[in-house]
């Protein structure tokens, strides 16, 4: 599975932005996929996860009511909408997927496959 993220810039507070993770795979469907960042100096932290259909979807506390995580398995997409941003929120934005058909838990500590990961800048 490979995955490739876009959407990252700079953004003043308040604002707003869209990151996409692209997978190439033919059986993305059956693929958990969520977000994690990565502040400076800081570990690697979740931030949402999606289930194989989008029916199900989790959030970590400090993005809840900001972030909305969704998919479209026709085109192999996963996006993250990110609302309301913060200067807190200022990390490198990793894509990440789960293994085949493993339940939506299987990505809240981690993940089986990486995207490269997209830099988000929020300004005070």
């Known amino acids: 599975v490979q995955l490739q993220a876009s959407g990252g810039g700079l953004v003043q507070a308040g604002g707003s932005l869209r990151l996409s993770c692209v997978a190439s795979?033919?059986?993305?469907?059956?693929?958990?996929m969520g977000w994690f960042r990565q502040a400076p100096g800081k570990e690697r932290d979740f931030v949402a996860v999606?289930?194989?259909?989008?029916?199900?979807?989790y959030y970590a506390d400090s993005v809840k009511g900001r972030f909305t995580i969704s998919r479209d398995n026709a085109k192999n997409t996963v996006y993250l909408a990110m609302n309301s941003l913060k200067p807190e929120d200022t990390a490198v934005y990793f894509c990440?997927?789960?293994?085949?058909?493993?339940?939506?838990?299987?990505?809240?500590?981690?993940?089986?496959?990486w995207g490269k990961g997209t830099q988000v800048t929020v300004s005070s």
């Open positions: 990440a997927a789960g293994e085949l058909d493993q339940p939506i838990n299987s990505l809240f500590y981690g993940a089986d496959y």
């Open positions: 795979v033919h059986t993305f469907s059956r693929h958990v």
């Open positions: 999606i289930s194989w259909s989008g029916g199900s979807t």
